[in-house]
């Protein structure tokens, strides 16, 4: 074999090995052990119970896995008037790998602060009872959460401020879902990190919003089947 031909047959191996090694480095990073979810101190901890290891600040670091789901807790647009609070009543940004799933349209709100009132008020898949207690209103409510939090992935919730992604981990663990595989990673208010997809435009001074961006699952209640 002459020297050109053997030279191309070592590039060609080495290009294959380099080739690997790289995809070899990129799965194990993504694959990378997470930590055990735990909540941080403070009111962000005591009352939205946000992660202390994973959160805004932090979930850049965690994005793009294949054992995970990203779930964004938010209505396009919130009936409650969080403007009050400081927050944003309109879906205005959503971190990338994210999906929109509504929480009130999956569990009547309970607890909102005062100056924010209420929120949607609507037909829901789920009745939280004074009690405490997730009663499904529809056949198919249980299959929905198992469809969009599967229990074999990581759940990583987000929301505006922290509070419906809290709430929805603490459903989720009531109805039997594994705590440690559920991080409440806090609200898109607060993040600045380099996924996002901005959904606010204000051009020439008129505001709009880029919902066709959002990955958003609404419910359809009226082909859902109620329990009797």
């Known amino acids: 074999m002459k020297k050109k031909e053997i030279m191309y047959t070592i590039i060609i191996l080495l290009v294959f090995i380099a080739g690997g090694l790289i ?25 939205f119970g946000i992660d202390k290891n994973i959160n805004e600040k932090t979930i850049d670091n965690y994005l793009n896995r294949n054992d995970s789901v990203y779930r964004d807790m938010r209505m396009l647009i919130d009936e409650g008037n969080y403007e009050n609070i400081g927050g944003d009543s309109y879906l205005s940004g959503i971190i990338k790998g994210f999906e929109a799933v509504p929480f009130p349209l999956i569990v009547n709100v309970k607890g909102l602060p005062e100056e924010v009132g209420n929120t949607y008020q609507g037909t829901t898949l789920f009745t939280l009872t004074e009690e405490g207690k997730y009663i499904a209103n529809y056949i198919e409510s249980l299959d929905y959460l198992e469809y969009y939090f599967p229990k074999d992935k990581y759940i990583f919730l987000m929301c505006g401020g922290g509070g419906y992604s809290g709430m929805m981990k603490e459903m989720l663990i009531n109805l039997g879902w594994d705590k440690n595989k559920i991080y409440n990673t806090g609200g898109h208010w607060y993040y600045s990190g380099y996924n996002n997809i901005s959904i606010r435009n204000n051009f020439n001074e008129q505001i709009s919003y880029d919902f066709w961006k959002v990955t958003y699952h609404d419910i359809d209640f009226n082909i859902l089947h109620k329990v009797n």
């Open 23 to 47: 995809s070899y480095l990129v799965f194990n990073n993504n694959q990378q052990k997470l930590p055990k979810p735990e909540i941080t101190e403070g009111i962000r901890g005591s009352v």
